[in-house]
């Protein structure tokens, strides 16, 4: 609860003044349970009552030195003005509905220790009544908004769409698998690509950006890769590929979880892609691997939601084995088999065995191993290094629900 009151302290000194305004109109000092930090609102709403239009620093001048360090410690760690700003309606609801239930319970424990009056459980009544009025109101938008057509994303391939019912839906978090040269950041960028008109952030962490528009090229121009890699194709062909994708934001300068999430809220696209969860980092400091990668996922999940858009995470796998990998062959999987809605593994049979003859270099097997929407499935597909494409191929396995490729050959880039 602690961390909530933080929060709620730190939005009412991040966002603009109509937010600010609505905070303390619905917030009292009364609702804290932690008796430092109300004293602290206190003051808040007192400045704010007294210099309503004033900016942030009017606010912590109303507070102690030791107040404003503590405030300021948390806000550094918690939250940004752009996510403060996104994020303040659903705080402002879960700080409420917290000091609801506590005060229900204390109302209950109360009238247990007494002989209530008729008028004791009418107020109770109303105060259960106030706590269930925002799932009301959620049902009611539910209702209001059942015959909307349901938007979702289109991967560009026909066969994992129809799988997908259709595309990603809107706010999911998808996470794409693959040991090393197998495909996936090519996999993510004929998704990324496919639709011009869709807003695409892709966060490169390993590569250049001028590593993947080389992609991009190569595969709108229909080109040798290794040509559109030395820049050996007609410049005004690449310009005009590239102009095609006005939408299309390519970062290779963010690795960092919070500024990629500052990001997302600040820009809202239809699509993120990130490559790849593995290297991404934080300001926070965690034990091991899997407890970075598990923070990293519930950010990039609450950022989907919140945003309305679909986010793909690149992952890798774990080394061990060759065979066609599942969910739990995710490298520090917890988070990000608890996290993904959507789990779509690649796998190549010819990336673990060059040297047989019988194995088909393109051959790749593309396994959605978690829909939380439908059917998982596994498709097969070629993948195309020269053209850095995947194609599908014709044969389609679905099964019940269950709970990348680089270049065939060294380049030299």
Known sequence: MQELEYKIIGTALLVEQKQRDLIFREVSASYFEDTALAAIFRKLSAAYKAYPNADSTAYFSALSEDERRNVLMMMDKMISPAIAAEQMNDTLRAFCEDYQKRSLKSSVADLALGEPTAADIRKLADEAESLTKSRADSAAKYIAEYNEP????????????????????????????????????????????????????????????????????????????????????????????????????????????????????????????????????????????????????????????????????????????????????????????????????????????????????????????KNKFGKAGELHMDFIGSRQRFIEADDVITRPVQSEVEPDEDLPF
């Open 150 to 369: 349901i938007e979702v994303i289109k991967t560009g391939f026909p066969s994992l769409d129809s799988l997908l019912n259709g595309g990603f839906m809107r706010g999911t978090l998808t996470t794409i698998g693959a040991r090393p040269s197998t495909g996936k950041t090519t996999y993510a960028i004929n998704i990324a690509t496919h639709s011009p008109a869709q807003k695409v952030l892709f966060i490169s962490v390993e590569m250049s950006a001028r590593m993947i528009y080389d992609r991009i090229v190569a595969d709108k121009a229909d080109v040798d890769y290794k040509k559109s890699g030395l820049h050996l194709i007609d410049f005004d062909k690449a310009r005009q590929i590239v102009e095609g994708y006005p939408n299309l934001t390519i970062v290779d300068d963010m690795s960092g979880i919070e500024d990629i999430e500052q990001f997302i809220y600040t820009e809202r696209p239809d699509v993120v892609v990130i490559d790849f969860i593995q290297i991404v980092t934080s300001v926070n400091r965690f034990t091991d691997n899997r407890q970075r990668i598990d923070y990293i996922s519930q950010r990039l999940k609450s950022a989907a939601k919140k945003t309305n858009c679909c986010i793909i995470s690149l992952s890798q796998i774990t080394r061990g084995g060759k065979d066609c990998p599942t969910m739990s062959d995710l490298k520090e999987s917890g988070g990000l088999e608890q996290d993904s809605d959507y789990i779509i593994l690649l796998y190549r049979e010819y990336v673990n065995d060059k040297s047989n003859a019988a194995v088909k270099p393109e051959a790749t097997i593309v396994t959605l191993d």
